[in-house]
């Protein structure tokens, strides 16, 4: 059955540092992938998308990498800012009707 | 949060009382979700829907069902609550178009006796 992994330690990064967070999955070829996040106490927020056929996609200070050979997404935040500080979900399409399974997301800490 | 709103925001109910929890929209999105989120689960979809009236079953819907009769209503029953539905529910919206981004609702904190 699909399988979505993601670090389930916390990291922690001092500011203005690049945070690096991984998603990998088993038994599957999503045709996209999302990167949520997500806050305590609040609904996940969506952040990014990447399609299958796209290798790299960047907005702002957020840079994502799919690599479906690896069956791999890496999540970049660059000049990394303690409001960084969040839950982090990867999600990959699961088939049909926009839905999508998510991973159990990676805690990121910037200290300042 | 993107005109979607949960009730209630919490709850505390006793072991088999039936539970319905209620997500509304004012997107008209075409689909809605409902997730839990437990600790070391992440968020698992319950059951889904693509149109009034049209609804299926996600990962995780044994002891649950739901009702569309409207667009901007998602209804969430408990037929009768175990102490295992304790959990955080999620609504969430999206559109069949763009980055097919899924809109979360706050949430609902649910706590089974």
């Known amino acids: 059955s699909q399988k979505i992994e993601q670090n389930s330690e916390a990291l922690n990064i001092q500011e203005g540092k690049t945070a690096t967070l991984t998603c990998n999955y088993t038994n599957y070829s999503p045709a996209y992938l999302q990167w949520y996040r997500q806050d305590p106490g609040r609904g996940p927020v969506f952040l990014l998308l990447i399609r299958e056929n796209e290798k790299e996609k960047r907005k702002e200070r957020l840079k994502v990498t799919f690599d479906t050979t690896l069956k791999q997404s890496l999540f970049h935040i660059t000049a990394s800012q303690p409001a960084d500080s969040a839950t982090y979900l990867c999600?990959?399409?699961?088939?049909?009707?926009?839905?999508?399974?998510f991973g159990t997301g990676t805690k990121l800490q910037v200290i300042p | 949060d993107a005109g979607i709103t949960q009730s209630p925001r919490h709850k505390v109910t006793e072991t088999g009382t039936p539970v319905t929890l209620r997500c509304h929209q004012t997107e008209n999105h075409r689909y809605m979700y409902w997730y839990r989120q437990d600790p070391g689960h992440g968020l698992r979809l319950i059951h889904y829907?693509?149109?009034?009236?049209?609804?299926d079953k996600g990962e995780v819907s044994d002891g649950y069902s739901v009702s569309r009769s409207k667009t901007e209503d998602f209804l969430l029953t408990l037929e009768s609550a175990t102490s295992s539905q304790t959990s955080v529910y999620f609504c969430?919206?999206?559109?069949?178009?763009?980055?097919?981004?899924?809109?979360f609702g706050p949430g609902t904190r649910l706590t089974v006796t």
């Open positions: 999600a990959l399409e699961s088939g049909g009707y926009q839905k999508v399974t």
């Open positions: 969430a919206i999206s559109e069949s178009q763009g980055d097919y981004e899924q809109y």
């Open positions: 829907s693509y149109g009034v009236k049209d609804t």
